[in-house]
């Protein structure tokens, strides 16, 4: 079975609902957790795909020069030995920053605030040609949990997804690393236990407790859209989708 290495920068954010429908998919999941201690590996030898997820950190440099976690200098080399090779990649939040930096892309405190709870975000055009992209509404829902932002994407990226304060929502590396700045793995539980005694919602005068049955109402929209992506992502790496389908966006044969 294929294997896709799973990289968990914080214990609050897992894989989750990604990690059943990535499994569903048929790959199997090695996850590693360098905040726990999990050494990372020197290459991706053996790995059919990459998922980066999401946590607290930041992905540029603290204020006296260090990285926002000890192991991004080794995760960022992943990310650029993931797309030079053309390994399948994903990163998910801070994963789609760290993938962005990783490649010279911004990433800095949002000039716009933070961006909490359900929303939507709107698929550009260049995601008609995209393998991923294409089957993904015009108007897609997500669930948002940042305040820190991708504000110029890598140099031959194609971006994907965009909103009204959050240009940059989603690209793509390659023909085969994608970055989403939106949350597609959470479950209801996830964002309940963000809530709880979280300064960001206390800072923006949320009611927790509002916010997680907000997300709640939308857990269902959010899985009828990304689940097929995820499953699409899997597919890819398990080489059903063909160099001829990556490059151009053809329909999956046979699924």
């Avoid at 933070?114 to 089957?135: I, Q, T």
């Amino acid at each position: 079975m294929a294997t896709a290495l799973v990289i968990e920068n914080d214990p609050t954010d897992d894989l989750r609902r990604l990690g059943e429908w990535l499994t569903e998919g048929g790959l199997d999941l090695r996850v590693l957790r360098p905040h726990a201690g999990d050494a990372l590996p020197a290459d991706l030898e053996g790995y059919a795909a990459l998922v980066v997820l999401g946590g607290e950190q930041q992905a540029y440099p603290l204020p006296d020069g260090t990285p926002g976690a000890p192991w991004f200098p080794a995760l960022e080399g992943l990310l650029r030995k993931a797309v030079r090779h053309r390994v399948p990649t994903l990163g998910v939040c801070l994963g789609a920053q760290l993938l962005a930096t990783a490649h010279a892309g911004v990433v800095e405190r949002s000039p716009s605030g933070p961006e909490v709870g359900p929303g939507v975000v709107g698929r550009r055009d260049a995601a008609e040609a995209d393998p991923l992209f294409r089957y993904v509404p015009l108007i897609p829902d997500v669930l948002q949990w940042h305040t820190d932002e991708i504000t110029e994407l890598p140099r031959g990226a194609t971006l994907l997804a965009a909103s009204t304060r959050y240009p940059h929502q989603a690209f793509r590396l390659g023909d085969r690393a994608w970055g989403l700045q939106f949350h597609i793995e959470c479950d209801t539980a996830m964002i309940a236990d963000w809530s709880r005694d979280s300064a960001l919602l206390a800072e923006l005068g949320y009611d927790p407790e509002l916010v997680v049955a907000a997300c709640d109402r939308v857990m269902a929209d959010v899985e009828e859209v990304w689940q097929p992506f995820a499953i699409r992502f899997a597919a890819l790496a398990r080489g059903e989708l063909g160099d001829d389908t990556v490059r151009t966006g053809l329909p999956l044969l046979g699924h």
